[in-house]
């Protein structure tokens, strides 16, 4: 079973940064795609950045490039959200989810289907 394990919330003040981090149960084969994704209180959940594990092909909402960025460590089985000039707009819940597959796009929330549990950054002006 895939189980995914999220932290790195938190409370952080407009300009700052958080690093959020996704690790998964160990796979034999790398051929994933770990996902983040957020919601805001009364939005749909979205989208904010993707990786192929296999590839290291990534996707980034336009909200969120040239500020966010995704890693992956494959030793740790961890998946790295970086969050620098964080805007109070970037508060939500975050979650990262999982699926099969080695392509990015096209991103659909309900093609993931393992998740993990959510956690709060909270963006202060």
């Known amino acids: 079973d895939v189980q995914l394990q999220a932290s790195g919330g938190g409370l952080v003040q407009v300009g700052g940064s958080l690093r959020l981090s996704c690790t998964a149960s160990?796979?034999?084969?790398?051929?994933?795609?770990i996902g983040w994704f957020r919601q805001a209180p009364g939005k749909e959940r979205e989208a904010v950045s993707c990786?192929?594990?296999?590839?290291?092909?990534?996707y980034f909402t336009d909200s969120v490039k040239g500020r966010f960025s995704i890693s992956n460590d494959n030793t740790r089985n961890t998946v790295y959200l970086q969050m620098n000039s964080l805007r109070p707009e970037d508060t939500a819940v975050y979650y990262c989810?999982?699926?099969?597959?080695?392509?990015?796009?096209?991103?659909?929330?309900?093609?993931?289907?393992?998740w993990g549990q959510g956690t709060q950054v909270t963006v202060s002006s």
């Open positions: 990786i192929s594990v296999i590839d290291g092909s990534t």
């Open positions: 160990r796979f034999t084969f790398d051929d994933y795609v």
């Open positions: 989810a999982f699926r099969w597959g080695t392509t990015i796009t096209p991103i659909l929330v309900s093609d993931f289907h393992h």
